[in-house]
């Protein structure tokens, strides 16, 4: 199953190297519920389906967070050696951190940060005309386990997962929280998952 989830850099301190880099640091992925909507073949609709990103899972997950690529939008693919060259314009660093964040009063949860360096003139153009949300491409298995976290109902579990690439995107679904998924069974475009037999 791959993933895709959208978050707003927010307010991001633009760093420029001497050669015209640019560093930028972000919140790229958080803990909790995330919605997604799946279009079914057969009945036509849609159908919501609440997926939980645990902590301890975000937090297993850290270390494939290290050097990926950074694009501009989305690739209709997960990378590889044989198509990132064609997509990559950046890179992120060695060091994700976790960071807890208050989201009511009575509930945290967790945002992952992390800082990435842009070497594409096009998309530093894109950052200052405030092109400033990032969504990650993940691998990873969905566990049975329905339940509720921090208050909310889910109905499965992210595991196993693993980045593969980072891109900036222009529209954070939810705000700050997670949007777009794709996964191995399904291709997700904004928030619709659609069958890939289509």
Known sequence: MFNNDFVDVGK???DF???????????????????YTKYNVETGE???IRQLRHPDDVKESLSSLKGIPVTNDH????LSLETTKEYVVGMTS??????????????KEEYVEQAFTVFDA???DDIQKGKREVSLGYSLDLMDEAGTWNGEPYDCRQKNI?????????????GAG??????????????VMFDDVL
């Open 12 to 14: 991001c301190n633009l």
């Open 17 to 35: 190297q001497e050669s015209g880099l640019l560093n930028v640091v972000a919140n790229i992925t958080r803990t909790g519920v995330f919605v």
């Open 46 to 48: 849609l159908e919501t």
């Open 75 to 78: 690739p209709n693919e997960l």
């Open 94 to 107: 060695d060091s994700p951190k976790v960071i807890p964040v208050d989201v009511s009063y009575d509930s």
């Open 122 to 124: 096009a998309t530093i």
């Open 162 to 174: 693993v980045y593969n690439h980072l891109s900036i995107v222009h529209r954070a679904r939810g």
């Open 178 to 191: 997670c949007a777009i998924q794709m996964d191995g069974k399904h291709i997700n475009v904004d928030g």
